[in-house]
């Protein structure tokens, strides 16, 4: 098992730019969801899936999309990039209810 | 609002000490608490977790104890190692974590030699 996939590790986008970042999972998981992480904020929940098709709004949704049109994947959209999205974003998976999450390594994103 | 409040912020304890880290929730819908480990660089990783129906759990030299009329739970490591330190963070979750996790800000411990 590869577990939970980021890609790309890094990326440096100009302000206004589009980009996907992807994450995949191969454990057959339900739950996945996207967190950023900044320096004295710890991890803010941007959207979360419970199964392919349903997806829902976390703490920071402003500025991103998601959609899960299968399990294993769940991409994250950032529509126009801002400086204020600047931030290290890790993908997260579970199997299900209180069975803990796996994280993947994460994607470092400048935004300029 | 911040709907979990970790604490401290940082902490240094001496190589076999007792690290305490503490965190209190509001959200009584919350069902599902558990802790993570982050080292530089890599994405955080779970430690243990325990649902509010338990007062104590232990995995290893890792134990979280839990005070649900209080609304509190610490994570507390036995014989603490070097390699112990990390960053560490409190989560907590509806529906058994199906709402994605909401984290504490972090605790970032050093265990000194």
């Known amino acids: 098992n590869a577990g939970v996939t980021q890609t790309p590790k890094f990326q440096v986008l100009k302000t206004g730019q589009s980009m996907t970042l992807q994450c995949a999972q191969d454990?057959?998981?339900?739950?996945m969801s996207w967190y950023r992480q900044d320096p004295g904020m710890g991890l803010r929940l941007i959207h979360y899936?419970?199964?392919?098709?349903?997806?829902d709004q976390g703490e920071v949704p402003n500025g991103y999309n998601v959609s899960r049109s299968t399990t294993e994947d769940f991409p994250l959209r950032l529509l126009s990039a801002a400086p204020s999205q600047t931030s290290v974003y890790f993908c997260?998976?579970?199997?299900?209810?209180?069975?803990?999450?796996?994280f993947g390594s994460g994607t470092r994103l400048t935004v300029v | 609002q911040q709907q979990v409040k970790q604490s401290p912020q940082s902490l240094i304890v001496q190589k076999g000490g007792i690290p305490i880290i503490n965190c209190a929730y509001e959200?009584?819908?919350?069902?599902?608490f558990p802790w993570y480990q982050q080292f530089p660089g890599k994405g955080p990783a779970l430690l243990i977790a325990?649902?509010?129906?338990?007062s104590e759990k232990k995995e290893g030299r890792f134990t979280i104890s839990f005070n649900k009329s209080a609304k509190q739970f610490s994570l507390h490591i036995m014989d603490s190692q070097p390699g112990d330190s990390a960053t560490y963070f409190c989560?907590?979750?509806?529906?058994?974590?199906?709402?994605?996790?909401?984290f504490g800000k972090g605790t970032h411990l050093i265990i000194q030699p």
């Open positions: 959200n009584t819908a919350f069902d599902y």
């Open positions: 997260a998976s579970s199997p299900g209810t209180s069975r803990g999450y796996t």
């Open positions: 325990i649902r509010p129906d338990v």
């Open positions: 899936s419970v199964g392919a098709g349903i997806t």
């Open positions: 454990m057959n998981h339900e739950y």
């Open positions: 989560a907590a979750s509806m529906r058994g974590g199906a709402d994605g996790l909401t």
